[in-house]
């Protein structure tokens, strides 16, 4: 059975990879691709909310600062001269924490996050005259954090300390690793600055199970493989409108797998549950 598993996996996976590859020609992520690139550096601040589900934990909002050091490129697309192909691939360095949250109300446990990781932007938008562009684009990113938090003198519970907490226990102090993805709109106002509201889902997983990971992140990239080759098709004929199709439709598809993911950080696969920051950003980007 496991062999039949493995099977599926990897023909579902090949045969999405092909299909997107023979209809989009846009995104190249070579070596030669990323030196054509121009440097750039993206600020963000945000507030998450915290969330491990299965738990009765209830978390104080924290605040997010974040920085992206990466290369970007903006290029005329096959579709159209006024559809923009959008790349930004980057390291980023971020810091979550109680204290820099703007919420008034900051009941619950109090913690703060240190993550590092790489990630991949990409989408299409639409130019608007010489340096002005709307650049609607998904993104993800694989990561490793360190969650450290404050025990409540009052856990509210029957429990000892040491058995109400030991969830929490098992994550604090240690770098766990990670996957997000995000949702944004780059805000091009002129050449060289823009300005992005977003909206992220991180994932920090208890443990790392590589067999189950990569078999649950190979059915994650095959159906957004298979759904890139619908969202072009609609470009092909509707350049402008499939710019915003496509946003939306990857996007979709992303949170809801990530939704699938909420209980099981593995779906569909037997797991735990992730502890998850859903953050709503705002950043600026500068490049070179």
């Keep these: 059975m496991k062999i039949l598993i493995l099977f599926f996996l990897y023909f579902f996976l090949s045969v999405s990879l092909s299909l997107a590859q023979t209809i989009s020609g846009d995104h190249d992520y070579s070596l030669k691709s990323l030196l054509k690139s121009k440097p750039s550096i993206e600020v963000s601040y945000g507030v998450s909310d915290i969330k491990f589900s299965g738990t009765p934990y209830n978390f104080s909002p924290t605040g997010l600062i974040e920085l992206n050091l990466g290369f970007t490129s903006n290029n005329t697309s096959k579709f159209r001269k006024n559809i923009v192909s959008y790349k930004n691939r980057f390291l980023f360095l971020s810091f979550n924490s109680e204290e820099n949250s703007v919420k008034s109300n900051n009941s619950g446990i109090k ?117 890139e080759t619908f969202t072009k098709a609609v470009m092909k004929n509707s350049p402008v409108a499939g710019t915003f199709v496509n946003f939306i439709l990857l996007n979709a598809y992303e949170y809801g797998f990530y939704q699938l993911k909420k209980d099981q950080m593995y779906w569909p696969f037997v797991s735990s549950a992730p502890l998850r920051y859903e953050t709503f950003k705002l950043g600026m980007t500068f490049v070179f």
């Design 111 to 227: 913690s703060n996050l240190w993550k590092f990781g790489l990630g991949n932007k990409s989408g299409y938008g639409v130019s608007i005259g010489k340096s002005a562009a709307i650049l609607p684009y998904s993104s993800r990113t694989f990561n490793w954090s360190n969650f450290k938090y404050d025990k409540q003198t009052d856990n509210s519970s029957a429990l000892s300390d040491e058995n109400y907490y030991s969830e929490l226990d098992n994550m604090s102090g240690v770098f766990r690793f990670g996957s997000s993805f995000e949702a944004g709109i780059n805000l091009q106002i002129t050449k060289g600055f823009s300005i992005q509201p977003k909206y992220e889902t991180a994932d920090i997983f208890p443990r790392h199970l590589a067999g189950k990971q990569l078999m649950s992140s190979a059915i994650e990239y095959a159906g957004f493989g298979l759904l």
